[in-house]
Protein backbone atom coordinates (compact mmCIF):
# COMPACT_ATOMS: atom_id res chain seq x y z
CA UNK A 1 0.00 0.00 0.00
CA UNK A 2 1.20 3.58 -1.07
CA UNK A 3 2.31 5.91 1.64
CA UNK A 4 4.36 8.84 2.16
CA UNK A 5 5.66 11.28 4.69
CA UNK A 6 3.52 13.96 5.77
CA UNK A 7 6.01 16.59 5.96
CA UNK A 8 5.48 19.60 8.76
CA UNK A 9 3.33 22.36 7.76
CA UNK A 10 -0.28 23.41 8.30
CA UNK A 11 -3.11 20.84 10.12
CA UNK A 12 -1.06 18.31 10.02
CA UNK A 13 -3.13 15.91 12.16
CA UNK A 14 -5.80 16.61 10.19
CA UNK A 15 -3.48 15.34 7.33
CA UNK A 16 -2.25 12.38 9.29
CA UNK A 17 -6.11 11.32 9.73
CA UNK A 18 -6.93 11.64 6.34
CA UNK A 19 -3.90 9.75 5.19
CA UNK A 20 -4.78 6.69 7.75
CA UNK A 21 -8.45 6.71 6.41
CA UNK A 22 -7.44 6.52 2.85
CA UNK A 23 -5.28 3.77 3.03
CA UNK A 24 -7.35 1.65 5.45
CA UNK A 25 -10.53 2.17 2.91
CA UNK A 26 -8.67 1.61 0.31
CA UNK A 27 -6.37 -1.04 1.35
CA UNK A 28 -8.78 -3.31 4.18
CA UNK A 29 -9.95 -6.49 2.60
CA UNK A 30 -13.80 -6.99 2.41
CA UNK A 31 -15.72 -10.19 1.85
CA UNK A 32 -18.96 -11.87 2.02
CA UNK A 33 -20.18 -13.31 5.77
CA UNK A 34 -23.04 -14.85 7.17
CA UNK A 35 -24.17 -13.65 10.62
CA UNK A 36 -27.61 -14.39 12.29
CA UNK A 37 -28.66 -16.51 9.40
CA UNK A 38 -28.40 -13.59 6.86
CA UNK A 39 -25.26 -12.80 4.45
CA UNK A 40 -23.56 -9.90 4.50
CA UNK A 41 -21.83 -8.95 1.41
CA UNK A 42 -18.88 -6.61 1.49
CA UNK A 43 -18.08 -6.67 5.38
CA UNK A 44 -15.22 -7.31 7.60
CA UNK A 45 -14.86 -7.94 11.34
CA UNK A 46 -13.54 -6.10 14.04
CA UNK A 47 -10.69 -8.61 14.90
CA UNK A 48 -9.80 -8.35 10.88
CA UNK A 49 -9.46 -4.61 10.84
CA UNK A 50 -7.49 -4.75 13.82
CA UNK A 51 -5.33 -7.21 12.65
CA UNK A 52 -4.71 -5.32 9.23
CA UNK A 53 -4.57 -1.72 10.42
CA UNK A 54 -1.99 -2.55 13.12
CA UNK A 55 -0.13 -4.54 10.39
CA UNK A 56 -0.15 -1.08 8.72
CA UNK A 57 0.54 1.73 11.18
CA UNK A 58 3.60 -0.15 12.29
CA UNK A 59 5.02 -0.12 8.88
CA UNK A 60 3.93 3.30 8.21
CA UNK A 61 7.22 5.69 8.50
CA UNK A 62 4.55 8.05 10.43
CA UNK A 63 4.09 6.16 12.97
CA UNK A 64 6.56 3.17 13.50
CA UNK A 65 6.47 -0.20 15.10
CA UNK A 66 5.69 1.37 18.67
CA UNK A 67 1.75 0.93 18.03
CA UNK A 68 -0.07 -1.53 19.78
CA UNK A 69 -2.44 -3.97 19.15
CA UNK A 70 -4.51 -1.84 22.19
CA UNK A 71 -4.15 1.47 20.18
CA UNK A 72 -5.31 0.34 17.22
CA UNK A 73 -8.21 -1.12 19.00
CA UNK A 74 -9.37 2.54 19.88
CA UNK A 75 -8.40 4.34 16.35
CA UNK A 76 -11.16 2.24 15.39
CA UNK A 77 -13.33 3.01 18.09
CA UNK A 78 -12.48 6.80 16.59
CA UNK A 79 -13.26 5.62 13.07
CA UNK A 80 -16.60 4.09 14.16
CA UNK A 81 -17.49 6.99 15.75
CA UNK A 82 -16.27 9.99 13.64
CA UNK A 83 -18.46 7.44 10.63
CA UNK A 84 -15.60 5.91 9.26
CA UNK A 85 -16.84 2.87 9.54
CA UNK A 86 -20.12 1.80 10.96
CA UNK A 87 -21.95 -1.75 11.41
CA UNK A 88 -23.59 -4.13 8.92
CA UNK A 89 -27.38 -2.58 10.46
CA UNK A 90 -25.62 1.40 9.62
CA UNK A 91 -25.00 2.13 13.25
CA UNK A 92 -22.27 4.80 14.23
CA UNK A 93 -21.51 6.78 16.97
CA UNK A 94 -22.77 5.82 20.13
CA UNK A 95 -22.09 1.83 19.23
CA UNK A 96 -18.96 0.24 20.63
CA UNK A 97 -16.81 -1.64 18.79
CA UNK A 98 -14.75 -4.72 20.20
CA UNK A 99 -11.50 -7.25 19.55
CA UNK A 100 -13.70 -9.73 18.14
CA UNK A 101 -16.40 -11.09 14.96
CA UNK A 102 -18.94 -8.39 15.27
CA UNK A 103 -19.34 -7.13 11.29
CA UNK A 104 -18.65 -3.54 9.89
CA UNK A 105 -18.62 -2.04 6.61
CA UNK A 106 -17.74 1.85 5.20
CA UNK A 107 -20.20 3.99 4.54
CA UNK A 108 -20.91 5.61 1.10
CA UNK A 109 -19.98 9.07 2.25
CA UNK A 110 -16.31 10.31 2.15
CA UNK A 111 -14.96 10.07 5.89
CA UNK A 112 -11.93 12.42 5.02
CA UNK A 113 -12.01 15.41 6.96
CA UNK A 114 -11.81 19.06 5.27
CA UNK A 115 -8.63 20.82 5.59
CA UNK A 116 -9.33 23.89 7.03
CA UNK A 117 -8.80 27.35 4.77
CA UNK A 118 -6.38 29.71 5.91
CA UNK A 119 -8.23 32.53 8.07
CA UNK A 120 -8.88 35.92 7.17
CA UNK A 121 -6.97 38.78 7.41
CA UNK A 122 -8.13 40.20 10.68
CA UNK A 123 -9.82 43.55 10.70
CA UNK A 124 -9.34 46.62 12.87
CA UNK A 125 -11.51 44.65 15.47
CA UNK A 126 -10.02 41.96 16.34
CA UNK A 127 -6.69 41.18 18.42
CA UNK A 128 -3.75 42.85 16.87
CA UNK A 129 -0.19 40.72 16.88
CA UNK A 130 1.93 42.36 18.82
CA UNK A 131 4.94 43.68 16.60
CA UNK A 132 8.13 42.36 16.74
CA UNK A 133 11.34 44.36 17.05
CA UNK A 134 11.86 43.75 13.06
CA UNK A 135 8.68 45.12 12.76
CA UNK A 136 8.90 48.21 14.25
CA UNK A 137 9.51 50.85 11.72
CA UNK A 138 12.13 53.47 12.40
CA UNK A 139 13.85 51.33 15.17
CA UNK A 140 17.10 50.36 12.89
CA UNK A 141 16.89 52.71 10.54
CA UNK A 142 18.88 56.24 11.87
CA UNK A 143 18.77 59.76 10.26
CA UNK A 144 21.68 61.45 9.23
CA UNK A 145 20.83 64.31 11.20
CA UNK A 146 24.84 64.56 13.16
CA UNK A 147 26.59 64.55 10.13
CA UNK A 148 23.84 67.56 8.27
CA UNK A 149 24.62 68.98 11.51
CA UNK A 150 28.08 69.11 11.69
CA UNK A 151 28.46 70.67 8.44
CA UNK A 152 25.98 73.65 9.11
CA UNK A 153 28.38 73.95 12.49
CA UNK A 154 31.41 74.35 10.71
CA UNK A 155 32.53 77.84 10.60
CA UNK A 156 31.04 78.55 14.32
CA UNK A 157 32.87 79.76 17.01
CA UNK A 158 33.63 76.72 19.36
CA UNK A 159 32.19 78.99 22.45
CA UNK A 160 29.14 80.26 20.38
CA UNK A 161 28.19 76.23 19.39
CA UNK A 162 28.47 75.35 23.16
CA UNK A 163 26.26 77.87 23.97
CA UNK A 164 23.97 76.56 21.32
CA UNK A 165 24.06 73.47 22.21
CA UNK A 166 23.08 74.44 25.99
CA UNK A 167 19.90 76.27 24.57
CA UNK A 168 18.91 74.07 22.00
CA UNK A 169 18.58 70.72 23.70
CA UNK A 170 17.65 67.82 21.58
CA UNK A 171 14.73 67.04 19.77
CA UNK A 172 12.38 64.52 20.04
CA UNK A 173 13.22 62.72 17.21
CA UNK A 174 16.60 62.67 18.23
CA UNK A 175 16.02 60.92 21.71
CA UNK A 176 13.88 58.58 20.28
CA UNK A 177 16.47 57.51 17.98
CA UNK A 178 19.10 57.24 20.76
CA UNK A 179 16.90 55.40 23.18
CA UNK A 180 18.41 52.13 25.08
CA UNK A 181 16.93 48.79 24.83
CA UNK A 182 14.07 48.43 27.08
CA UNK A 183 13.25 44.67 29.37
CA UNK A 184 10.59 44.61 26.70
CA UNK A 185 12.69 44.81 23.81
CA UNK A 186 14.78 42.23 25.12
CA UNK A 187 12.03 39.97 25.71
CA UNK A 188 11.06 40.00 22.31
CA UNK A 189 14.55 39.24 21.07
CA UNK A 190 14.46 36.15 23.05
CA UNK A 191 11.32 35.37 21.65
CA UNK A 192 12.25 36.58 17.45
CA UNK A 193 15.72 34.50 18.02
CA UNK A 194 14.02 31.08 19.11
CA UNK A 195 11.59 31.15 16.43
CA UNK A 196 13.56 32.13 13.64
CA UNK A 197 16.00 29.14 14.39
CA UNK A 198 12.47 26.77 14.95
CA UNK A 199 11.28 28.04 11.70
CA UNK A 200 14.40 27.18 9.68
CA UNK A 201 14.52 23.77 11.45
CA UNK A 202 10.99 22.92 10.93
CA UNK A 203 11.38 23.81 6.79
CA UNK A 204 8.23 25.95 6.85
CA UNK A 205 7.52 29.22 5.44
CA UNK A 206 5.83 30.63 8.56
CA UNK A 207 5.36 29.08 12.36
CA UNK A 208 1.85 31.25 11.74
CA UNK A 209 0.80 27.83 10.00
CA UNK A 210 1.78 25.41 12.69
CA UNK A 211 1.26 27.99 15.66
CA UNK A 212 -0.55 30.62 17.24
CA UNK A 213 2.48 33.00 18.56
CA UNK A 214 -0.22 34.72 20.96
CA UNK A 215 0.23 31.66 23.06
CA UNK A 216 4.27 32.34 23.22
CA UNK A 217 5.41 34.12 26.32
CA UNK A 218 9.32 35.22 25.94
CA UNK A 219 9.84 35.71 29.74
CA UNK A 220 9.04 31.29 29.41
CA UNK A 221 11.69 31.02 27.51
CA UNK A 222 14.19 33.66 29.48
CA UNK A 223 13.23 31.50 32.80
CA UNK A 224 13.80 27.93 31.32
CA UNK A 225 17.10 29.55 29.81
CA UNK A 226 18.52 30.80 32.77
CA UNK A 227 16.60 28.99 35.41
CA UNK A 228 18.43 25.95 35.80
CA UNK A 229 20.06 24.00 38.63
CA UNK A 230 23.39 22.16 37.70
CA UNK A 231 21.37 19.11 36.47
CA UNK A 232 19.63 21.31 34.07
CA UNK A 233 16.23 20.88 35.07
CA UNK A 234 14.35 24.24 35.45
CA UNK A 235 13.89 25.97 38.77
CA UNK A 236 10.89 27.98 39.96
CA UNK A 237 10.10 30.49 42.07
CA UNK A 238 6.55 29.83 42.97
CA UNK A 239 6.60 26.48 44.53
CA UNK A 240 3.08 25.87 44.46
CA UNK A 241 3.38 24.81 41.32
CA UNK A 242 5.94 22.27 41.68
CA UNK A 243 5.71 18.91 41.85
CA UNK A 244 3.81 17.57 45.73
CA UNK A 245 6.79 16.19 47.70
CA UNK A 246 5.04 13.01 48.23
CA UNK A 247 5.34 12.73 44.27
CA UNK A 248 8.79 13.57 44.06
CA UNK A 249 9.29 11.10 46.98
CA UNK A 250 7.88 8.18 44.49
CA UNK A 251 9.67 9.18 41.64
CA UNK A 252 12.66 9.34 43.31
CA UNK A 253 11.97 5.91 44.60
CA UNK A 254 11.49 4.74 41.36
CA UNK A 255 14.32 5.85 39.34
CA UNK A 256 16.85 4.73 42.60
CA UNK A 257 15.21 1.37 42.87
CA UNK A 258 16.31 -0.71 44.99
CA UNK A 259 18.07 2.25 46.24
CA UNK A 260 15.22 3.88 48.13
CA UNK A 261 14.24 5.66 51.64
CA UNK A 262 14.48 2.90 54.32
CA UNK A 263 11.76 4.86 56.08
CA UNK A 264 9.08 3.76 53.01
CA UNK A 265 7.43 0.52 53.53
CA UNK A 266 8.39 -2.41 51.26
CA UNK A 267 6.16 -5.25 50.45
CA UNK A 268 5.64 -7.40 47.78
CA UNK A 269 3.92 -5.16 44.87
CA UNK A 270 4.95 -1.87 46.45
CA UNK A 271 6.63 -0.43 43.23
CA UNK A 272 3.60 -1.39 41.18
CA UNK A 273 1.71 1.17 43.71
CA UNK A 274 4.16 3.52 43.56
CA UNK A 275 4.08 3.38 40.19
CA UNK A 276 -0.01 3.74 39.85
CA UNK A 277 0.34 6.39 42.00
CA UNK A 278 3.21 8.83 40.03
CA UNK A 279 0.49 8.18 36.68
CA UNK A 280 -2.07 8.56 38.72
CA UNK A 281 -1.05 12.29 39.49
CA UNK A 282 0.15 13.21 36.08
CA UNK A 283 -3.39 12.22 34.18
CA UNK A 284 -5.17 14.19 36.99
CA UNK A 285 -3.14 17.38 35.66
CA UNK A 286 -5.51 19.96 33.92
CA UNK A 287 -3.79 19.93 30.76
CA UNK A 288 -0.80 17.18 29.35
CA UNK A 289 2.89 18.55 29.54
CA UNK A 290 3.04 19.71 26.43
CA UNK A 291 -0.08 21.74 26.47
CA UNK A 292 -3.16 22.24 24.24
CA UNK A 293 -1.42 25.05 22.25
CA UNK A 294 1.74 23.70 21.62
CA UNK A 295 -0.19 20.45 20.37
CA UNK A 296 0.14 21.36 16.46
CA UNK A 297 3.66 22.21 16.81
CA UNK A 298 4.70 19.20 17.99
CA UNK A 299 2.74 17.05 15.93
CA UNK A 300 4.48 19.30 13.19
CA UNK A 301 8.14 18.29 14.72
CA UNK A 302 7.13 14.54 14.07
CA UNK A 303 7.50 14.85 10.46
CA UNK A 304 11.47 15.10 11.26
CA UNK A 305 11.70 12.23 13.65
CA UNK A 306 13.56 10.38 10.93
CA UNK A 307 16.59 7.84 11.42
CA UNK A 308 18.96 10.27 8.89
CA UNK A 309 17.29 13.70 10.98
CA UNK A 310 17.70 12.73 14.99
CA UNK A 311 20.26 15.69 15.05
CA UNK A 312 17.55 17.98 13.62
CA UNK A 313 14.61 16.67 15.18
CA UNK A 314 16.92 17.35 18.57
CA UNK A 315 17.37 20.75 17.68
CA UNK A 316 13.65 20.63 16.51
CA UNK A 317 12.25 19.37 20.75
CA UNK A 318 15.22 21.33 22.24
CA UNK A 319 13.06 24.51 21.13
CA UNK A 320 9.96 23.87 21.06
CA UNK A 321 10.16 22.90 24.90
CA UNK A 322 11.61 25.88 25.84
CA UNK A 323 8.33 27.69 24.76
CA UNK A 324 6.78 25.52 27.76
CA UNK A 325 5.76 27.17 31.22
CA UNK A 326 8.76 26.56 33.41
CA UNK A 327 6.10 24.28 35.86
CA UNK A 328 5.54 22.11 32.72
CA UNK A 329 9.08 21.80 31.26
CA UNK A 330 10.46 20.91 34.73
CA UNK A 331 7.37 18.27 35.05
CA UNK A 332 8.54 17.12 31.88
CA UNK A 333 12.46 16.96 32.99
CA UNK A 334 11.75 14.64 35.67
CA UNK A 335 9.06 12.39 34.28
CA UNK A 336 11.30 11.58 31.31
CA UNK A 337 14.43 11.30 33.71
CA UNK A 338 12.76 8.94 35.77
CA UNK A 339 11.41 6.67 32.70
CA UNK A 340 14.60 6.60 30.90
CA UNK A 341 16.46 4.84 34.13
CA UNK A 342 12.90 2.79 35.00
CA UNK A 343 13.54 1.38 31.56
CA UNK A 344 17.77 1.10 31.76
CA UNK A 345 16.89 -0.54 35.51
CA UNK A 346 17.89 -4.36 35.13
CA UNK A 347 17.23 -4.57 38.97
CA UNK A 348 13.73 -3.29 38.56
CA UNK A 349 10.45 -5.89 39.16
CA UNK A 350 8.10 -5.92 36.32
CA UNK A 351 5.71 -3.88 36.64
CA UNK A 352 3.45 -5.45 34.29
CA UNK A 353 2.51 -9.26 33.96
CA UNK A 354 2.70 -8.95 30.56
CA UNK A 355 4.25 -6.18 28.98
CA UNK A 356 8.07 -5.25 29.42
CA UNK A 357 9.52 -2.16 31.21
CA UNK A 358 10.28 -0.38 28.13
CA UNK A 359 6.89 -0.35 26.44
CA UNK A 360 4.99 -0.10 29.57
CA UNK A 361 6.58 3.47 30.48
CA UNK A 362 6.06 4.65 26.54
CA UNK A 363 2.00 3.70 26.52
CA UNK A 364 1.35 5.05 30.22
CA UNK A 365 3.14 8.09 30.04
CA UNK A 366 2.24 9.25 26.49
CA UNK A 367 -1.25 10.61 27.11
CA UNK A 368 -0.37 12.79 30.17
CA UNK A 369 2.46 14.13 27.81
CA UNK A 370 0.76 14.89 24.42
CA UNK A 371 -3.22 14.43 23.78
CA UNK A 372 -5.31 16.97 21.76
CA UNK A 373 -8.18 18.84 22.76
CA UNK A 374 -10.53 17.19 20.04
CA UNK A 375 -10.96 13.32 20.42
CA UNK A 376 -10.79 12.71 16.77
CA UNK A 377 -7.60 12.72 16.43
CA UNK A 378 -4.49 10.46 16.49
CA UNK A 379 -2.84 11.69 19.28
CA UNK A 380 -2.50 8.25 20.80
CA UNK A 381 0.29 6.65 18.09
CA UNK A 382 1.96 9.90 17.56
CA UNK A 383 2.06 10.51 21.59
CA UNK A 384 3.94 7.05 21.56
CA UNK A 385 6.32 7.94 18.86
CA UNK A 386 7.17 11.31 20.89
CA UNK A 387 7.47 9.67 24.14
CA UNK A 388 9.73 7.21 23.08
CA UNK A 389 12.32 9.49 21.35
CA UNK A 390 12.31 11.71 24.30
CA UNK A 391 12.50 8.75 26.20
CA UNK A 392 15.96 7.92 24.58
CA UNK A 393 17.62 11.76 23.78
CA UNK A 394 15.77 12.97 27.17
CA UNK A 395 19.21 14.82 28.15
CA UNK A 396 19.54 16.11 24.45
CA UNK A 397 16.35 17.46 24.22
CA UNK A 398 15.71 18.66 27.93
CA UNK A 399 19.14 20.50 28.07
CA UNK A 400 19.66 24.33 26.91
CA UNK A 401 21.00 24.85 23.50
CA UNK A 402 24.20 26.76 23.94
CA UNK A 403 24.42 28.44 20.34
CA UNK A 404 20.69 29.95 20.79
CA UNK A 405 22.12 31.56 24.08
CA UNK A 406 25.22 33.35 22.30
CA UNK A 407 22.95 33.95 19.33
CA UNK A 408 20.37 35.67 21.61
CA UNK A 409 23.48 37.49 23.84
CA UNK A 410 24.59 38.52 20.08
CA UNK A 411 22.03 39.76 18.96
CA UNK A 412 21.13 41.92 22.05
CA UNK A 413 24.73 43.44 22.23
CA UNK A 414 24.29 44.70 18.36
CA UNK A 415 21.49 45.94 19.00
CA UNK A 416 22.64 48.10 21.31
CA UNK A 417 25.30 48.99 18.97
CA UNK A 418 23.34 50.53 16.71
CA UNK A 419 21.07 53.09 18.30
CA UNK A 420 23.84 55.17 18.20
CA UNK A 421 23.51 56.91 14.56
CA UNK A 422 26.11 56.16 11.83
CA UNK A 423 27.90 59.03 10.07
CA UNK A 424 28.25 57.49 6.06
CA UNK A 425 29.37 60.47 3.88
CA UNK A 426 27.83 62.95 2.82
CA UNK A 427 23.77 63.76 3.38
CA UNK A 428 21.82 63.43 0.45
CA UNK A 429 18.51 63.67 2.51
CA UNK A 430 18.00 59.79 2.53
CA UNK A 431 18.43 56.84 5.51
CA UNK A 432 22.24 56.47 5.88
CA UNK A 433 23.03 52.68 4.75
CA UNK A 434 23.31 51.45 8.67
CA UNK A 435 25.29 47.77 9.40
CA UNK A 436 22.85 44.64 8.26
CA UNK A 437 21.31 42.93 10.45
CA UNK A 438 22.77 39.19 11.42
CA UNK A 439 21.40 36.16 9.75
CA UNK A 440 21.76 32.60 10.95
CA UNK A 441 21.49 29.51 9.06
CA UNK A 442 22.53 25.97 9.66
CA UNK A 443 24.67 24.20 7.80
CA UNK A 444 23.94 20.95 6.10
CA UNK A 445 25.80 17.65 7.77
CA UNK A 446 28.02 15.36 5.06
CA UNK A 447 29.36 12.22 5.77
CA UNK A 448 33.02 11.81 7.22
CA UNK A 449 34.17 10.62 3.62
CA UNK A 450 32.81 14.04 2.01
CA UNK A 451 34.60 15.86 5.12
CA UNK A 452 37.88 14.37 4.32
CA UNK A 453 37.81 14.74 0.34
CA UNK A 454 36.67 18.47 1.13
CA UNK A 455 39.47 18.87 3.49
CA UNK A 456 42.22 17.30 1.42
CA UNK A 457 41.16 20.03 -1.49
CA UNK A 458 41.14 23.02 0.78
CA UNK A 459 44.80 22.28 2.36
CA UNK A 460 46.15 21.51 -1.41
CA UNK A 461 44.92 24.86 -2.52
CA UNK A 462 45.82 26.63 0.26
CA UNK A 463 49.52 25.70 -0.23
CA UNK A 464 49.32 26.12 -4.05
CA UNK A 465 48.53 29.25 -3.14
CA UNK A 466 51.33 29.55 -0.57
CA UNK A 467 53.83 28.43 -3.45
CA UNK A 468 52.91 30.95 -5.43
CA UNK A 469 53.09 33.84 -3.10
CA UNK A 470 56.70 32.95 -2.36
CA UNK A 471 57.39 33.04 -6.08
CA UNK A 472 55.57 36.41 -6.92
CA UNK A 473 56.53 38.06 -3.53
CA UNK A 474 58.70 41.33 -4.55
CA UNK A 475 59.76 42.06 -0.58
CA UNK A 476 61.48 38.42 -0.05
CA UNK A 477 65.47 38.29 -1.36
CA UNK A 478 66.50 35.80 -3.61
CA UNK A 479 68.42 34.17 -0.99
CA UNK A 480 65.81 34.12 1.46
CA UNK A 481 63.36 32.76 -1.92
CA UNK A 482 65.36 30.09 -2.55
CA UNK A 483 65.44 29.02 0.98
CA UNK A 484 61.89 29.14 1.56
CA UNK A 485 61.44 27.42 -1.88
CA UNK A 486 63.59 24.49 -0.86
CA UNK A 487 62.18 24.01 2.76
CA UNK A 488 58.63 23.75 0.87
CA UNK A 489 60.42 21.17 -1.82
CA UNK A 490 61.15 19.32 1.30
CA UNK A 491 57.80 19.04 3.27
CA UNK A 492 55.23 19.10 0.14
CA UNK A 493 56.93 16.65 -2.69
CA UNK A 494 53.92 16.21 -4.38
CA UNK A 495 53.08 20.17 -5.28
CA UNK A 496 56.51 21.18 -6.04
CA UNK A 497 56.83 18.54 -8.38
CA UNK A 498 53.36 19.35 -9.80
CA UNK A 499 54.84 23.39 -10.10
CA UNK A 500 57.70 22.57 -11.35
CA UNK A 501 57.52 19.14 -13.26
CA UNK A 502 61.33 19.24 -14.46
CA UNK A 503 62.83 20.00 -10.77
CA UNK A 504 60.90 16.95 -9.71
CA UNK A 505 62.26 14.54 -12.08
CA UNK A 506 65.47 16.15 -11.15
CA UNK A 507 65.24 15.50 -7.87
CA UNK A 508 64.29 11.70 -7.85
CA UNK A 509 67.92 11.51 -9.84
CA UNK A 510 69.71 13.75 -7.82
CA UNK A 511 68.43 11.52 -4.38
CA UNK A 512 71.56 9.12 -4.76
CA UNK A 513 73.99 10.06 -1.56
CA UNK A 514 77.53 11.31 -2.91
CA UNK A 515 80.49 10.21 -1.28
CA UNK A 516 82.32 13.53 0.18
CA UNK A 517 86.05 13.72 -0.28
CA UNK A 518 87.77 12.22 2.48
CA UNK A 519 90.30 15.29 2.51
CA UNK A 520 87.37 17.59 3.29
CA UNK A 521 86.82 15.79 6.50
CA UNK A 522 90.40 16.48 8.24
CA UNK A 523 90.35 18.51 10.31
CA UNK A 524 93.17 21.83 9.63
CA UNK A 525 95.37 22.37 12.75
CA UNK A 526 98.31 24.34 10.77
CA UNK A 527 98.39 28.00 9.56
CA UNK A 528 99.10 29.33 6.36
CA UNK A 529 102.43 30.82 7.44
CA UNK A 530 103.44 26.38 8.35
Known amino acids: MDSHIITPGPYRATKLWNEVTRLFRAGMPVRKHRQNFRHHASCFTAAAAVDWLHQLLQSNSNFGPEVTRQQ ?268 SRISQNVDMPRLHPAIGTRTLMVHTFSGCVLSSAEDCDLDELLATRLVSFLMDHQQSVLSVPEYLRSAIRDHIHYLRAVQVPVDTGPSDGADPVCVPMPMYAFCKQISGAEFEQQKAESSQKAMEELLEILLTDRNLTEKDRRKKLKQFQRQYPDIYSRRFPSCGQQSKTDSKPKIKPPLLNIKKTFSIRN
Not at 217 to 226: A, D, G, S, V, Y
Not at 278 to 298: A, G, I, M
Not at 307 to 329: D, F, K
Request: with cysteine; net charge negative; proline share 8%.
Open 72 to 339: TLQLLKKFLKNHVIEDVKGRWGTEDLEDNHMLFRFPSASPLKPIPCPAPAPDSRSIKKRPSLRDREGFFRLRNFKKQEKDSMENVDPALQTLQDESNPPTEEQQHQRRELTLEDEQEIWRDVTLTHLQRILGVSSLDEVLDQRHINPQNIIHNMTNVNKHGVVTLEDKSNDLPHWVLSAMKSLANWPKYDSDQPSYPGFERDVFKTVSDYFYSLPQPLLTYELYELFINVLGVLQPQCERVAIEALQLCTLLLPPASRRKLQLLMRMA
